[in-house]
């Protein structure tokens, strides 16, 4: 049951995406916390994941944003503020599929301020983990 919905066939979509989506969060932490930078494999790995969302987005989001308006309308009502990552409801898991790969990842993430040299700034990088966390606990708490 996907957002205390009963949705067959779409709560599987809401499943996989979630699914797809972890996947490239911990690709995302990976790829980050290294010096090394990303290998020609990395890219493709990260164009896949990529290139999956997109696709998927739009089935998705039909899925998740009345989840998403029930959730958040009380909390922006009552004054709270529990969920904010700092970005748009549009943007909440966008930030990190949008970019069209690492290196311009790392720049939207603000973790570095080129694409000359891979060294992300390990401070910022503890930043981004922390949406990381928040963005699949929202994603937990849908599919749950």
Known sequence: MVGNCDLGDE???????CEKYFELLAFVELVTATEAPPTVEDQ???QCLREWLLAHEA???KLFKPYW???????KDSGANQI????????LFRSFYS???????AIQQELQEDVAVWDPNQSRAG???????LNMKVLLDFVA
């Open 59 to 61: 089935g998705f989001q």
């Open 11 to 17: 709560e599987d979509l809401a499943y996989d995406w």
């Open 99 to 105: 970019p069209p790969d690492l290196y311009a990842l």
């Open 69 to 75: 308006a029930l959730r958040v309308q009380p909390e």
């Open 84 to 91: 904010d990552c700092g970005m748009g409801d549009e943007d």
């Open 44 to 46: 493709l790995i990260y």
């Open 127 to 133: 930043y981004m983990r922390q949406i990381i966390i």
